[in-house]
């Protein structure tokens, strides 16, 4: 995987912390931050699947309602 430079600022005490916690885990800062970003991508996707489960749960009625217990597949529309 190609990687990118970025460039941050922080404040003093957010830099330390993460070098920090960077040490505790024995990893450089860069791995920790990729680290971290990656786990707030996961939260994210995981949020929309959750939401999107919610909708489906609220409206299945509706859907039940407007396209019939169709089979899945089936292509059948209106």
């Known amino acids: 995987m190609s990687k990118r430079q970025l460039n941050v600022r922080v404040d003093v005490a957010t830099a330390e912390v993460a070098r920090a916690r960077a040490e505790q885990e024995g990893i450089s800062m ?7 970003v ?3 991508m996961g939260e994210t996707g995981r949020a929309f699947v959750d ?4 909708f489906m749960k609220e409206y ?3 859907f039940l309602a407007e396209f019939g217990g169709e089979r899945e597949g089936a292509g059948t529309r209106r």
């Open 30 to 36: 860069n791995q920790y931050i990729e680290k971290l």
């Open 38 to 40: 990656q786990q707030d």
């Open 51 to 54: 939401a999107a489960a919610q």
């Open 60 to 62: 299945e009625s509706v």
